[in-house]
């Protein structure tokens, strides 16, 4: 069955930290951009940050150095260490896995929450 399963979400303070991991099945993973997205309440879902097979990550301006993606093309497990945490961080936050050659495809995981407040 192919599937993204994420875990790590949760309730934090503000400048807190948290880790998400991804977990990957059902099919390769090789050459899929690898990544994590985020919608707030009200909001766009949008980029947070991707990694490529090869390693080259990508991350939204927001981020602004508090958060690391990283990849295990081992495991096909992705994993996003979110540092320093601001309230308007919250949001559901989506694993997220695109493959543009063949077999291409387009998948998400489930979503999970991460709330940042006092």
């Known amino acids: 069955q192919v599937q993204l399963v994420e875990s790590g979400g949760g309730l934090v303070q503000p400048g807190g930290s948290l880790r998400l991991s991804c977990a990957a099945s059902?099919?390769?993973?090789?050459?899929?951009?690898m990544g994590w997205y985020r919608q707030a309440p009200g909001k766009q879902r949008e980029l947070v940050a991707s990694c490529t097979s090869g390693g080259t990550e990508n991350y939204a301006d927001f981020v602004e150095d508090r958060f690391t993606i990283s990849r295990d093309n081992r495991a096909n497990t992705v994993t996003l260490e979110m540092n320093n945490l601001r309230p308007e961080d919250t949001a559901v936050y989506y694993c997220n896995a695109r493959r543009v050659v063949a077999p291409r495809y387009n998948l998400w995981g489930q979503g999970i929450q991460v709330t940042v407040s006092a």
């Open positions: 059902g099919t390769t993973y090789t050459l899929a951009i």
